[in-house]
């Protein structure tokens, strides 16, 4: 039990639309990134968030934002799936980016 | 060639064997990470560790930056270590984990 939440915790659209999946951090966890993890690979570095702020980012279009909340709440947003976005969404909070990072439990998206 | 290898890929024992993963990596980093993944997704860090060595109840984690080699070992394994174990280390700007393809551990009872 890490204490960081994600939902929903599965998902299925269509190419095209557009989600949003939601990460609860751990109090005081001022950090969250977000990682995607296509089947059978390592999770791949989206972006990160410090302070509510995009701190860094990975090699990956503007399709994919976020947002991080002073509640230590976060989302990321992807607009025009492609099917290739299939894959389990991980986050993961902080406290600042050097810290363990503690993981929520993962949003598995699958688009058809 | 990748920034951060895992050894085995894939490891089966039967429980209470000694388990040994190893990592090697070819940056330069500040800290290493040692992750478990279980069916499903769930990834908990297990430690964070820049030298020496650390041990948490049966895992014990060693690192030798000099080499750029760490190991993690699990004693007494039982079949609830059953998972994914990955190695990951940050980028010099330190926000972002690049990962180890990780190593499937099965524990047989």
């Known amino acids: 039990e890490t204490g960081v939440t994600q939902s929903p915790t599965h998902l299925i659209k269509t190419r095209g639309q557009q989600v949003t999946l939601r990460c609860s951090s751990q109090s005081g966890h001022n950090t969250v990134s977000w990682y995607q993890q296509a089947l059978g690979q390592g999770p791949q570095f989206i972006f990160q968030y410090y302070r509510e702020e995009e701190n860094g980012r990975g090699n990956f279009p503007p399709r994919f934002s976020g947002l991080q909340f002073p509640n230590y709440s976060s989302e990321l947003n992807v607009n025009a799936l492609e099917l290739d976005d299939s894959a389990l969404y991980l986050c993961?909070?902080?406290?600042?980016?050097?810290?363990?990072?503690?993981f929520g439990p993962g949003t598995r998206l699958t688009v058809l | 060639k990748n920034e951060v290898e895992q050894s085995p890929q894939n490891l089966t024992a039967q429980e209470g064997e000694f388990i040994t993963i190893n990592c090697s990596y070819s940056?330069?980093?500040?800290?290493l990470h040692w992750l478990q993944q279980h069916p499903g997704g769930g990834i908990v860090s297990l430690f964070m560790?820049?030298?020496?060595?650390k041990k948490h109840g049966r895992l014990i984690a060693t690192i030798n930056i000099q080499e750029k080699h760490s190991s993690l070992h699990i004693t007494a394994s039982h079949p609830r270590d059953s998972a994914v174990y990955i190695c990951a280390v940050p980028t010099d700007s330190n926000y972002q984990l690049i990962w180890g393809a990780g190593t499937k551990l099965i524990i047989k009872p």
């Open positions: 993961a909070s902080s406290i600042g980016n050097t810290d363990t990072q503690y």
């Open positions: 560790l820049s030298s020496g060595k």
């Open positions: 940056v330069g980093i500040s800290a």
